[in-house]
């Protein structure tokens, strides 16, 4: 049977948290792990024909309010080299991660693990990108998926 078990703690934040454990009895507390996501979202991303050497910022829908956005992951493509941004949308935009492909690949950007990149739900709150065409005679479409979960 699941069962809370508070702990103590050092540092910010609560001085006793409690986390969910099975009581495996005589073995003590075993803590349970989320292993998948809560609520998975993911949106595609496009811009046609963005000039040589042009921009474009592409944002995801905003996050549900109430909820975390955690970023989980980012593709993108092209038929010409890209730069990458990967960034938080709040108001203005902030870069979180630098990433790059190669023409005709798919870049694949994947979170070094759970809760690098939250974002608090909220009109106006999501995730973006921030591509960069670094060829210097090609226009090109791009195209950028973001993923995330919303806890």
Sequence with gaps: MADGVTIPATGN??????????????????????????????????????????????????????????????????????RCDIEIVSGGRTAVVTAFSRGGELAVWETPGAGFVPQAGGTGNGFGVSVTNLDPSQAADVYATLFWDEL
């Design 13 to 82: 934040g609560t001085a006793t948290p409690v986390v969910a454990t099975y009581d495996a009895g005589a073995a003590g507390h075993i803590q349970l792990v989320r292993l998948g996501a809560v609520s998975p979202q993911f949106e595609r991303l496009t811009s046609a024909t963005l000039t040589a050497g042009g921009n474009v910022d592409l944002t995801a829908a905003d996050i549900t309010v109430g909820t975390v956005g955690d970023l989980v992951a980012v593709h993108f493509s092209s038929s010409v080299a890209l």
